[in-house]
């Protein structure tokens, strides 16, 4: 294996031969197959106790009564805390001193605010005796009216939608370009609520030590969590030590530090020992965020070569009653189909729920399986195929700001997958496909596309003098393979072999690498560590072509390769010497040098930066029974550089699995009068299964970015669910003649 | 979890007394049980666990020709029995599409029959729910239902039972072999769980301490062999319960149907055996027409209890299928999405 870096941060496309694009394998897969990765729940410090959590049945109202002696009386139940006992707090749970901070519950009233909201924590010698403890409270309410669904209270235009995007934003005149339009479409949709499913339940394993906190649990974001951490109990940062080294799933669940995590906290000062805090199942059906129900409409008018003339799309949505998170669907409208007018628009209701929060995909996912059945309708309405109706209406620039795109190969995506596919012999006409068994056989397909962003990080980078290096930042795993990504690149920084090279990452004691989340952590951290392994090789370059002893000496740190431990000349590759001579003659034990990854101002400016794909599917449904099964789904997606197709295949074919399940599966069933979600289990919280998804392909489109970052990374988290959704329904519309109007598609929408 | 006694009998008399005493419950494979005691929805005082009485885990052929499967085999083991398959092929599909590869590996005979109702509002304790208090009144009426009863239900409960397993056990004239304080005695299956009525928490013909020791099909059950089917709508390709499934059993013979066997899943509080179905088919010629006159007698009582009008049509075309499936023949080996619509798919790669 070659290993070059050149010093003088050429961009990264015009390098060749490393460990970046190597298919590697999981280096923490042997230890997770064997059970010996240690998740956050395996922690079990001395004297540690359980705390169970207590939590509301009602949806609105306060506890009236809580029955603490009966659950005290129990036999290894050691406290109850209430918000009579609940430790004193340094900040006010429900203060929002800016748009990231949520409100938590903390036991800061007798209020309820939603189901599922932690009402009391049992802290107990056993699991056991802490569980029955807290069913020994037996709570009694004084009960409000629930607030629920989308009709279930005033609707108002939100300040701010997302990360706090205007909530109606145009450009042209909409109304114009629809009266101008020869055809027009107009079509409503719903999405449901989806909850955090995340294979590892929310945990936190906590030892106090004075104002010392040492915490193992599941972050997306360590400094984050530290700093909120922090905050509510009024200590200094740098004493808040967590460790996250594996997450079984984050998916945005895990990004802000949750309620019940700190309530975990707080039991541990309570009872002055350790405790051990682990949500069961139901009970992430509440406070560690949502994705909030939408009903989208659109509107769109096409001229007589199909081409849009107006694009308008309204989202109304819901949140909780005490905070702000309004899920952005609409936006999705700005970014991919060229229209002379285009109007995005949102309204929500409060409803008594958890606050929706961010989720895989968050606005991207429920706008898309929008506008892709909508441009499926307008492409039929014109009598157009819908990949040749999305080419006319391609994007040459942002269509929303006019900025040109940073690069954008999406006309080889929809090539390559459509190929691929054997999209060209479908019939537009739907309900015209039989199989040999006679099911209805439709294809179906949508536009995948997910904002390229960076966040802020920093890593440090060690050069030993045994040649080897170490990279550290505070990185996240949330199982899509950091540890490997992430060393792949500190190799390639470093000039090292990815055996080399010590990486370490997953705590909070490590530089701050920003939060694994809005599929900007590659690209974020990974600059970081980029510039880091830079810097210390400048470093080192500086140290040997100073010294007149070095074969390098004046070569000047520009005339300077590092490639396989070993500096060399750039003019005369057989000049160079090992870092461990350099650093030896130095007499150096080692040498450090810092990176950061944020992204660069003026290309921010100057460039719309997204990640682009295509994905194909083909839907059997029974004709008598509605029940349906995708029985081939391909996409093809360019997003900039890929560290490891390995990993990158996988995040795609699990963003395209959750597109499946978001067209037929995921729904969290409120009951409506009561508010509380009836299947709040993996029994009847339905995701795709094995059998579901029996054939998916991934294909990766090449594509050099210069403008993103000096590595060319974009990110492939969650691109996958967009695209792929509507995709599913649009082949069921294709195989039926119906089309869907609600999600997740049901068996009575399609009996007839 | 409260806490409870665990006793493990060595021999039948022996659990059948320790269960005998009030608050006492049976453990077999535990897969439904121990989701119950979680959930605070049964907080048995006493745990019996039988799961290790050898004489209860035997599969024997009997004399006659019948058979007797011990409440303790495992959902798998039964399946998969080559022998139990090819003579009963449409119990074999049943059981295979139920639950997951886990869970059947642990579930038993006699715990198939008796797991509990997946109605929502039985297991959300904060809900009203007669099956579980009764007289507190019924949640699922008025609220989220459209997987709920549409036939043979009442107002004080729409639940439905969820086995697959039962389906077609009941259709073939299965038996249930219980023993009690008074000793033995054989219920029908068809008779063993009980429509709600008034007091939806009498759910089967058990009485405190009885012991459910074995299933026994009768001889003729085997005469179907060669036409018989399941089959099983759901929401999702595998690892879900019915929305509506059909057991379909039946003996052609010159195009006339000589004897046949319909019974219905996810309908009904029990597994719903149609009996005005099978009079229809009998002697009928074996044909679409037939079929669909079968499944409107089958359907004829149907009445939405909420949201699910739809799952009486759904069963009427479930019914036709099953039996135009039955009709064509036994397939020569079990299809790798067992009783699923998708079974033919070619390439089905997965094993449900
Ligand atoms: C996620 C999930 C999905 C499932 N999907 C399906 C499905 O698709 N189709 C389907 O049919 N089933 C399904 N099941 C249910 C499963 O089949 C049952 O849980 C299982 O058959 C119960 O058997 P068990 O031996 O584990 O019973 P246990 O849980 O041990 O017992 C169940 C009940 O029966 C009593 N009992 C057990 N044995 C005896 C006996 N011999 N005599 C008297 N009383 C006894 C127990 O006291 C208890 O009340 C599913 C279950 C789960 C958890
Ligand atoms: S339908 Fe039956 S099981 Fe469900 S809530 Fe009503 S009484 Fe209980």
């Known amino acids: 294996m070659t290993l070059e870096l050149s010093l003088n941060q050429q961009p990264a496309h015009a390098r060749q031969g490393s460990s970046i694009g190597q298919p590697l394998t999981r280096r923490d897969g042997f230890l997770k197959v064997t059970g010996a990765a240690r998740y956050a729940a395996d922690n079990h410090p001395p004297g540690m106790l359980y705390a169970v959590l207590a939590v509301s049945s009602i949806a609105r109202g306060r506890v009236a009564s809580l029955d603490v002696e009966a659950a005290k009386a129990h036999k290894g139940v050691v406290e109850v805390m209430t918000p009579q006992n609940r430790p004193a707090l340094a900040a006010d749970p429900d203060a929002k001193d800016h748009p990231f901070m949520f409100r938590l519950d903390l036991l800061q009233n007798d209020q309820v605010r939603y189901p599922n909201q932690s009402i009391a924590v049992v802290i107990a010698e056993t699991l056991e005796a802490a569980t029955e403890g807290a069913a020994l409270l037996s709570p009694r309410y004084e009960v409000l009216p629930a607030r629920v669904g989308l009709d279930g209270a005033e609707s108002f235009v939100p300040r701010g939608v997302g990360v706090g995007g205007p909530a109606v934003q145009h450009k042209g005149d909409v109304e114009a370009g629809l009266k101008s339009a020869k055809t027009r479409i107009e079509a409503t949709y719903e999405t449901p609520a989806q909850y955090h499913n995340a294979m590892e339940p929310h945990a936190i394993v906590v030892a106090w030590d004075g104002d010392t906190l040492s915490i193992d649990t599941p972050s997306q974001g360590l400094a984050m969590a530290q700093g909120r951490i922090a905050g509510l109990f009024g200590i200094a940062p740098e004493n808040v030590h967590i460790r996250s080294p594996f997450l079984g799933g984050g998916f945005g669940s895990k990004g802000m530090i949750s309620g019940p995590q700190i309530l975990g906290i707080l039991a541990a000062r309570l009872v002055g020992r350790p405790v051990k805090l682990v949500l069961r199942r139901e009970q992430m059906y509440g406070p560690v965020g949502h994705r909030a129900p939408t009903r989208q409409t659109l509107r769109m008018g096409m001229d007589g070569e199909g081409r849009l003339t107006a694009l308008d799309h309204h989202a109304k949505t819901t949140s909780s009653t005490f905070d702000d998170f309004f899920e952005p669907a609409a936006d999705a409208s700005h970014t991919l189909y060229a229209s002379p007018a285009i109007a995005t628009s949102h309204d929500a209701v409060r409803l008594d729920t958890g606050t929706p929060l961010f989720m895989r995909a968050p606005g991207e996912a429920t706008g898309s399986i929008a506008l892709e059945s909508a441009i499926d309708e307008a492409a039929y309405a014109c009598g157009m195929d819908p990949l040749e109706f999305r080419l006319r209406n391609y994007a040459e620039v942002e269509p929303m700001t006019g900025k040109p795109f940073s690069s954008k190969a999406l006309r080889e995506c929809y090539r390559q997958a459509a190929e691929t596919f054997g999209w060209a012999s479908r019939p537009l006409q739907p309900r015209l496909m039989r199989d040999a068994d006679g099911f209805l056989t439709g294809w179906g397909m949508g536009t995948a596309t997910f904002p390229a962003i960076m966040f802020q990080a920093e890593a440090r980078a060690v050069l030993k003098a045994d040649g080897s290096g170490v990279m550290e930042t505070g990185a996240q795993d949330m199982g899509q393979g950091a540890w490997t990504a992430f060393a792949q690149i500190a190799a390639d920084g470093l000039g090292l072999d990815i055996d080399q090279v010590d990486f370490r990452a997953g705590s909070s004691d490590l530089p701050n690498a920003g939060i694994a989340g809005g599929s900007g952590h590659t690209a974020t951290a990974g600059m970081a560590i980029h510039n880091a392994g830079a810097a210390v090789i400048a470093r080192l370059a500086d140290l040997a072509t100073g010294d007149e002893a070095s074969p390098l000496y004046g070569a000047g740190n520009e005339g300077v390769l590092a490639r396989g431990g070993r500096l060399y000349r750039r003019d005369d590759e057989s000049r160079g010497e090992s870092y461990a001579e350099i650093l030896t003659r130095a007499g150096l034990t080692e040498i450090e040098g810092h990176g950061k990854g944020a992204p660069d101002p003026a290309s921010q400016e100057n460039y719309a930066k997204h990640a682009h794909g295509a994905v194909f599917a083909e839907v059997k449904v029974d004709p008598d029974f509605g029940q349906i099964r995708v029985t081939r789904l391909v996409g093809a997606f360019a997003a900039g550089r890929v560290i490891n197709p390995r990993l990158v295949r996988s995040q795609y074919y699990g963003g395209m699995i959750w597109g499946v399940s978001f067209a037929l599966h995921e729904e969290a069933i409120t009951d409506r009068r009561s508010g509380r979600i009836q299947n709040a289990n993996l029994a009847e919280y339905h995701v795709p299964v094995n059998a579901d998804v029996p054939s998916v392909e991934a294909l990766l489109v090449h594509e050099d970015d210069p403008h993103v970052n000096a590595l060319g990374i974009k990110g492939v988290g969650e691109i996958g669910i967009t695209g792929t959704a509507g995709a599913v329904a649009n082949a069921v519309w294709h195989a039926t003649g119906v089309r869907p109007r609600r999600f997740p598609i049901r068996i009575e929408d399609l009996l007839g | 979890?409260?806490?409870?006694?665990?006793?493990?009998?060595?021999?039948?008399?022996?659990?059948?007394?320790?269960?005998?005493?009030?608050?006492?419950?049976?453990?077999?494979?535990?897969?439904?049980?121990?989701?119950?005691?979680?959930?605070?929805?049964?907080?048995?005082?006493?745990?019996?666990?039988?799961?290790?009485?050898?004489?209860?885990?035997?599969?024997?052929?009997?004399?006659?020709?019948?058979?007797r499967i011990g409440a303790l085999v495992r959902n798998a083991d039964l399946a998969h029995d080559p022998a139990f398959a090819k003579s009963y092929p449409a119990v074999a599909e049943a059981l295979l599409s139920g639950a997951s590869a886990q869970l059947r590996n642990a579930a038993t005979v006699g715990g198939n029959l008796l797991q509990r109702t997946r109605c929502s509002y039985f297991y959300d304790t904060a809900s009203a729910c007669n099956r579980r208090q009764p007289g507190a009144g019924c949640d699922a009426l008025g609220g989220e239902n459209r997987l709920h009863a549409v036939l043979g239900w009442s107002d004080a409960c729409i639940a439905t039972h969820p086995s697959d397993f039962c389906v077609p056990l009941v259709a073939l004239d299965a038996v249930v072999e219980i023993e009690g304080k008074k000793g033995r005695r054989h219920v029908t299956l068809e008779e063993f769980h009980r429509l709600p009525g008034e007091t939806p928490q009498r759910e089967n013909a058990l009485e405190p301490g009885d012991l459910i020791v074995a299933v026994r099909l009768p001889a003729e059950a085997a005469s179907f062999s060669a036409n018989a089917r399941y089959l099983k709508v759901r929401e999702r390709t595998s690892y879900a319960f019915a929305v509506v499934s059909a057991a379909a059993a039946l003996v052609v013979d010159g195009g006339k149907i000589r004897a046949a066997r319909l019974a219905l899943g996810g309908v009904a509080a029990k597994p719903w055996r149609a009996r005005t179905a099978e009079a229809v088919l009998l002697g009928a010629d074996a044909s679409e027409a037939t079929f669909a006159s079968a499944a409107d007698a089958a359907l004829a009582d149907a009445s939405p209890s909420g949201d699910n009008a739809f799952k009486i049509e759904l069963a009427r075309r479930i019914v036709v299928r099953a039996l135009m499936s039955a009709l064509s023949g036994t397939p020569e080996r079990l299809p790798a999405l067992p009783a699923s619509p998708f079974s033919n798919i070619p390439g089905a790669r997965h094993d449900a």
Do not use: C, H, Q
Not at chain 2, 14 to 30: C, H, M, N
Not at chain 2, 53 to 67: H, K, M, S, T
């Open chain 2, 1 to 67: 979890m409260r806490d409870f006694d665990y006793i493990r009998p060595a021999t039948i008399p022996d659990a059948i007394a320790a269960a005998a005493e009030p608050g006492s419950a049976y453990l077999a494979g535990g897969t439904n049980l121990l989701d119950l005691m979680k959930g605070g929805i049964t907080s048995p005082e006493r745990i019996v666990d039988i799961s290790r009485l050898p004489e209860l885990n035997r599969i024997e052929r009997l004399d006659g020709g019948g058979l």
